[in-house]
């Protein structure tokens, strides 16, 4: 279904997200027919060019980052057609007036901010400034929104100034995962799993998000956040707020958003004991793989102390999860690439069969967000064959893209989905400021306090499951984490 008539304007449209995610993700929904005729899409970016040479850039980045089968070159010239471009000086005055003539009146009205943070005041400033954002724009910014609660206030306040809380769109590309939004179909749209999902019946919940990059190509950044800042305080405390909150009255922007604010202000203070941080160290090559570089001289600062690797222990008090941890971790240049949380159930209260205990399994969900999006219910059976009643476990597995047939092996990417519910204009799937407040007031004493004692992040071999420690983080409670592959 087409979304209303739009004008789009991307700043640092030169950029590597645009090139690679924003512009790439709006040409797959262009051909998927989402796009309505006449939308416009304006480039803005400090670099002097005409649309031309804008076009030739976007044509690249289509060649590079859409899959061969959606490249019919017509397609892309008419895509190609919908887009505009104009030279900006996000903190001066040049091209601002060249852009106010490019909207067009009576379209939404969107402004995507992907460029640093420091640039969201200027350019919020001079939207205003220069009558090119309507009473109602839309207005979409970039993660980091933030490094800690102080800043990521004055970046409330500043936006603030200029837009409402409901223009404001605020990314965290997780939330765009269809996986992601399958957690809460998984959970409010099936009587099966509800009654089972406490404290009463889950022994234990673990997140992770695995990733076999490193931070190459982008040390000079990641060395100033680390691992907790990167994917803690946004997408795994998103996933962890989708697996712990209320049911919301309704699938509603406020309704969701004010569920998961509870759970980040019920989140405990962490223990030194119950977080393991850790840094890839390099390794040398050998017959069975290459050498692969360590995170110091990947990130360029042979000094550094940030984490590539983090594994954290998470209370969340209240009564429906109180005694039932959350384990995550995320880590870079791991033995491999999954997204994944995996819900353990316990045991149940008393076993009629004369199993001995090892045999015995309890119930896991596991629900993959990436790569393979499925989900998988490990459940009992008896054991085929004459030799008595023998137990063991086995998976109900199901792969989206077996089970959907096209459509499930279709899935867009986050970002297109996310941009589309911008011009739409619905914020359920994006954070709201008291929300991102909320998950830095937490993270913040945590980052102090390993600050605060000095504490080095642990070494763990490039293309390994992460640093022995974290082994240890599960061993003491008497569980494990589950195999990274
Ligand atoms: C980004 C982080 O937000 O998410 C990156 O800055 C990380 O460090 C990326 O690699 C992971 O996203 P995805 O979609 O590849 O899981």
Redesign the pocket.
């Known amino acids: 279904i087409p979304v209303d008539l739009f004008d789009l304007v991307i700043f640092g449209a030169t950029g590597d997200l645009a090139q690679r995610k924003i512009l790439p993700g709006l040409y797959r929904r262009f051909i998927s027919g989402q796009m309505p005729q006449g939308a416009r899409i304006i480039g803005a970016a400090r670099s002097e060019m005409d649309a031309e040479g804008f076009r030739t850039q976007v044509r690249a980045a289509i060649e590079e980052f859409v899959d061969a089968a959606k490249r019919d070159p017509g397609n892309i010239a008419a895509f190609l057609d919908c887009l505009d471009y104009v030279s900006v000086d996000a903190t001066g005055e040049a091209g601002w007036d060249a852009l106010r003539d490019k909207i067009t009146p009576g379209r939404v009205n969107a402004f995507y901010f992907s460029v640093a943070p420091m640039l969201f005041g200027p350019l919020a400033e001079r939207l205003k400034a220069h009558d090119i954002a309507r009473d109602d724009a839309r207005i979409v910014v970039e ?1 980091p929104f933030g490094r800690d609660l102080a800043s990521a206030k004055a970046l409330n306040a500043t936006l603030a100034a200029h837009f409402e809380e409901s223009q404001i769109y605020r990314i965290d ?1 997780y939330l765009g995962k269809e996986t992601v939004q399958n957690l809460m179909a998984v959970r409010f749209a099936n009587i099966l799993f509800e009654p089972l999902w406490n404290a009463q019946y889950i022994d234990h919940v673990q997140i992770t ?1 695995a ?1 076999t ?1 490193g931070v190459g190509g982008r040390g000079a950044y ?1 060395d100033k956040s680390g691992a907790m800042r ?2 803690v305080q946004n ?1 795994l405390m998103q996933l962890l707020c989708l697996i712990a909150m209320e049911p919301p009255y309704h699938f509603d922007p406020d309704a969701v958003r004010d569920e998961k604010v509870k759970v980040i202000r019920a989140l405990q203070p962490i223990p030194a004991a119950d977080i393991v941080r850790g840094q890839y160290a390099g390794v040398k090559a050998s017959a069975a793989r290459a050498a692969q570089p360590g995170y110091l001289e990947d990130s360029e600062n042979p000094e550094s102390r940030t984490e590539s690797y983090i594994a954290l222990k998470v209370q969340v008090a209240n009564w429906r999860w109180q005694g039932t941890p959350f384990y995550l971790r995320t880590g870079k240049r791991l033995r491999g690439r999954a ?1 994944e949380i995996a819900i353990t159930f316990k045991a149940p209260p008393h076993s009629i069969f004369d199993e001995d205990e090892s045999s015995w399994r309890e119930n896991v969900l596991v629900i993959r967000l ?1 790569p393979d999006e499925g989900m998988n219910l490990k459940v009992m059976i008896k054991e085929p064959g004459p030799g008595g009643m023998r137990l063991v476990q086995v998976p109900l597995d199901m792969s989206f893209a077996e089970a959907l047939g096209e459509e499930g092996a279709d899935i867009p990417d ?1 970002y297109e989905r996310l941009i589309m519910d911008v011009i739409r204009g619905n914020q359920t799937l994006f954070m709201r400021g008291d929300e991102v407040e909320a998950a830095w007031a937490w993270t913040d004493p945590i980052i102090a306090g390993w600050e605060a004692r000095g504490d080095k992040p642990r070494p763990y071999d490039a293309g390994s499951s992460g640093p022995e420690d974290a082994l240890m983080l599960m061993h003491r409670d008497g569980r494990r984490w589950r195999e990274i592959r």
């Open positions: 993660k590309h998000v990733e990059v990641y990167d994917m997408h997204s990436q986050a």
